[in-house]
């Protein structure tokens, strides 16, 4: 491999002697992009973006010579003499000689300083816009430090450096450049174009419901050439219109500033009466490089984003029936279960249901105290859009609170706590526009006088609340007759109190623990009737 890679240089660098190659085209209008950094005490960079461009030519002593960007001095390219020349006291001195192999050396004239020096040639291949090429190029080592610039065959200077210091390596300023596109013209004004084709990349959470007409799009757009202070972003545009069926409003691109690195926000008052009568906005993010050949991104790749406006001028109309402070769910000697419905009742109203389970009643407590049966729960909603959309949630209410839950319509819910809400949350366009919190209680255990809700089985209960702070409430049930001791321990086993000690007939019982004197940690109940033993873990927090 490594014969055949010295055969090819031998043959490349033959090649470009025996066929002359244009190592710097020189025509008005060609240009070079570059991109320059420069070390300063290897702490502080700086990062730009430098373009050399052909401004003017002019016909000296027969010899046509051209005016480059960054350079006073007139410099033509000799093909025939493979050399380039600075025109210096109307005579031509060589800044590189093209025609010497790698390893010669000789008398240079710089550029704009016109100091006369010895330099060295460099010579070797490397990849250029996907092309392995030639180039030749120049290396100057002082006391004071050194520079070195590369041609590229057909191409032109392709990387330029330099640094200055006391020593090396370690220059205490140095800069370097390198090629990322150019655009070249023949002599008969055809251009070639030459690029890595490094593209933008937006970046974007799409907006696709508003519920104000001001909007603000905020998104990020990346650059492999964006770096530090370097924005390799040159715009950013919204480009948009109004859509209804056929009708269509066209308008005019906005800009979009850079808030920082890679960020973009722009705030855009939309046209409200457009909305309300039934138009649709439409946009789309166009993002243009800085490079002289540029590129671009669009997000969507093709296609608009579609914003759909969501009027919550008008709020819903919600109401909980039967009209009462407190909701009560009984559940028998079990834990309740509900099941909801999401129901249309008419073009206006829709009613949300929460009716009992198979262990499960309704009831309410009027202003005597007496108990009222219900046979089903509603939220009323006044619907005149015809386009809400509903969501119920089941909110504990402990000392610690548990995280609220989503109840799934026609399924079947289960009441694990005491005291709880139910929320009803309204939606358009999935966007929360009216909510109605409803409180509930629930009681499940022995109902008085109804011996076919007797239990059937021993259980002991996981108290409530829990965790809990300083009291909590321990149920237990047996079927039977039994001697009874329910008794607390602490994580090492010892005894702490005794909540029951006694015959007990079957049913449901309740005992409420005090655990005032005592300090935040866990801790064990035990329940023992007859054979049965059960054991629950509780948790005492101060």
Not at 180 to 199: M, P, V
Not at 361 to 386: C, M, R, T
Not at 463 to 483: A, D, G, M, R, V
Request: net charge negative; aromatic share 16%.
């Amino acid at each position: 491999m490594r014969r055949y890679y010295l055969t090819l240089l031998i043959f490349l660098s033959l090649t470009s002697q025996i066929f002359p190659q244009n190592w710097f085209p020189l025509e008005v209008g060609n240009k070079w992009q570059y991109l320059s950094t420069e070390i300063i005490n290897y702490e502080w960079f700086i990062y730009s973006i430098d373009t050399i461009e052909v401004e003017t030519d002019t016909i000296i002593f027969d010899n046509r010579y051209f005016k480059i960007s960054n350079a006073n001095d007139w410099i033509r390219f000799s093909k025939q003499d493979q050399k380039l020349f600075i025109l210096w006291n109307d005579s031509d001195y060589v800044n590189m000689d093209y025609f010497l192999p790698a390893g010669s050396s000789f008398q240079q004239l710089t550029l704009n300083s016109h100091m006369l020096r010895n330099v060295t040639v460099i010579s070797d291949t490397h990849q250029v816009f996907g092309s392995l090429l030639v180039y030749k190029g120049y290396l100057h080592i002082g006391s004071t430090g050194g520079d070195d610039k590369i041609y590229t065959e057909t191409i032109g200077e392709t990387s330029y450096s330099w640094a200055t210091g006391s020593e090396q390596p370690r220059w205490s300023i140095s800069f370097y450049q390198e090629i990322i596109q150019t655009i070249l013209f023949d002599s008969l004004g055809t251009a070639s174009y030459h690029s890595y084709h490094r593209e933008p990349e937006i970046i974007i959470e799409p907006i696709h419901t508003t519920t104000s007409s001001n909007v603000t799009f905020e998104f990020q757009v990346d650059h492999p050439y964006t770096i530090g202070v370097r924005n390799f972003i040159d715009s950013v545009l919204i480009l948009s219109y109004y859509a209804r069926n056929d009708s269509v409003i066209n308008n005019n691109p906005i800009s979009v500033p850079s808030i920082g690195y890679q960020a973009y926000r722009e705030t855009i008052l939309l046209v409200d009466s457009l909305f309300r009568n039934g138009f649709n906005f439409y946009y789309k993010i166009k993002a243009k490089d800085k490079g002289i050949i540029p590129e671009y991104d669009f997000a969507p790749d093709s296609g608009y984003y579609e914003l759909t406006y969501i009027d919550t001028s008008a709020t819903a109309q919600i109401q909980f029936f039967p009209s009462i402070d407190t909701a009560w769910i009984g559940g028998g000697c079990v834990e309740p279960d509900i099941v909801t419905h999401n129901l249309i009742s008419t073009s206006i109203r829709d009613s949300i249901t929460i009716g009992p389970g198979s262990n499960s009643y309704f009831f309410y407590y009027d202003s005597l105290g007496n108990q009222v049966p219900v046979e089903k729960y509603y939220f009323i909603v006044i619907d005149s859009l015809d386009e809400y959309e509903y969501e119920l949630w089941f909110h504990p209410k402990t000392s610690l609170p548990f995280d609220s839950v989503l109840i799934t319509f026609d399924s079947t819910f289960y009441i694990d706590q005491h005291n709880f809400d139910i929320e009803l949350i309204v939606k358009i366009s999935d966007i929360s526009i009216e909510s109605y919190i409803q409180s509930f209680k629930a009681d499940w255990g022995l109902g008085v006088g109804d011996d076919e809700l007797l239990p059937k089985e021993y259980k002991l209960f996981q108290n409530y609340p829990n965790p809990f702070n300083p009291t909590t409430t321990i149920k237990y049930q047996i079927p039977e007759l039994s001697f009874v001791t329910l008794k607390v321990y602490d994580v090492l086993g010892n005894e702490i109190a005794i909540l029951v000690n006694g015959e007990k007939p079957a049913g449901s019982y309740e005992v409420e623990w005090d655990a005032f004197s005592l300090p935040s940690s866990i801790y064990f109940y035990r329940l023992q009737a007859g054979d049965f033993i059960q054991t629950k873990k509780m948790v005492l927090i101060k």
